[in-house]
């Protein structure tokens, strides 16, 4: 069984910044991708950063140059550090692991930003 557990996130002002960790845990025996979505309310979920064996990073276009995912694979853990946050940056923020053919997701972690 693959667990993921996710910390960060919380509240904070236009400008400010947070960090999101996930570790993955359990039977993975290779991970191809490791990235977070978000989930604003009244919105489909969609890729914020995805970090993948084969194809290196992409950001989303409203987050690039902002935030940094990066990826520690002995750990199987991923951060994503988000700068400059802005009030559209708020959502439910969730990790996402692939390891062909299974995906798992967390449980999700709420990131708002106020003006």
């Known amino acids: 069984q693959v667990q993921l557990v996710e910390s960060g996130g919380g509240s904070v002002q236009a400008g400010g910044s947070l960090r999101l960790s996930c570790a993955a845990s359990g039977s993975i025996t290779s991970i191809n991708a490791m990235g977070w979505y978000r989930q604003a309310p009244g919105k489909q979920r969609e890729l914020v950063a995805r970090?993948?064996?084969?194809?290196?990073?992409n950001y989303a276009d409203s987050v690039k140059g902002r935030f940094t995912i990066s990826r520690e694979n002995a750990k199987n853990t991923v951060t994503l550090q988000m700068s400059s946050l802005k009030p559209e940056d708020t959502g439910v923020y969730y990790c996402n692991v692939v390891a062909a053919p299974y995906v798992w997701w967390g449980q999700g972690t709420q990131v708002t930003v106020s003006s």
């Open positions: 970090i993948s064996s084969g194809t290196g990073t």
